[in-house]
């Protein structure tokens, strides 16, 4: 039972442009939510969070929006950069000390 | 290197043999958790460990895997009698006590049964 899903295997975008990454979710409990990005060969490396609590959180030129009527969140990048070339997992959870749910990945390319 | 230290990196074997795979958790965290990424496939929670205690085993097959987090040193995921299918990429992941805090991921232990 996927709890967490990505539907979009892979994305490609210009550099310089925005790139928005979709995640969906099933359990209205989760009230923590993640985005990872993984490099090939590598273990993944946390980007940012957001609380159910909140609707939008922005470090840079990441921000996580979350919609929770909708159970959906997205990942903006913007500007693009080749080196942001990864997969990125987004991930949710609920409360404290369970596990961590994590989707199928995006694969993201952004084309110099 | 304070962070989270998988080894080994890549573990080869042959059906039937035993894997072990060792994670230490970032210095101060007393949570464990073990994923498994097969090929084209995304990670999939196995289990949830801390100190001495398996807290969520729900994804771990019920069958030759098995894991621990002693007192004293890493955590460890073994798998006996080991067959092709259990080919994959392993990441242990460490998170703090308290808080929802985001976990920490390891390189990865890559294990390959021929």
């Known amino acids: 039972d996927q709890q967490v899903k990505q539907n979009s295997p892979s994305l490609s975008v210009q550099e310089g442009r925005i790139s928005i990454l979709n995640c969906d979710y099933t359990?209205?409990?989760?009230?923590?939510f993640l985005w990872y990005k993984k490099y090939p060969a590598e273990g993944p490396t946390f980007l940012i969070s957001?609380?159910?609590?909140?609707d939008k959180n922005e470090d840079g030129r990441f921000t996580v929006f979350l919609n929770k009527s909708a159970k959906h969140l997205s990942l903006h990048i913007v500007p693009s950069q080749p080196g942001d070339s990864a997969v990125y997992f987004c991930?949710?959870?609920?409360?404290?000390?369970?596990?961590?749910?994590f989707g199928t990945g995006t694969s993201l390319t952004v084309i110099p | 290197n304070a962070g989270v230290m998988q080894n080994p990196r890549h573990l080869v074997r042959r059906r039937g043999q035993e894997a072990r795979l060792r994670c230490s958790p970032m210095?101060?965290?007393?949570?464990v958790y073990w994923y498994r990424q097969l090929p084209e496939e995304g990670l999939k929670f196995m289990v949830y460990l801390q100190k001495e205690n398996i807290i969520d085993e729900s994804g771990m097959p019920k069958e030759r895997f098995s894991a621990e987090f002693p007192k004293e040193g890493p955590s460890i995921l073994r798998i006996q009698q080991v067959v092709r299918g259990d080919s994959a990429a392993y990441f242990c992941?460490?998170?703090?006590?308290?808080?929802?805090?985001?976990?920490?991921f390891g390189e990865g232990s890559r294990l390959t049964v021929l």
């Open positions: 992941a460490s998170s703090a006590r308290t808080g929802h805090g985001e976990l920490f």
């Open positions: 359990n209205s409990m989760f009230d923590y």
């Open positions: 957001i609380s159910s609590i909140k």
């Open positions: 210095k101060g965290h007393s949570h």
């Open positions: 991930a949710a959870t609920r409360g404290y000390g369970n596990q961590f749910y």
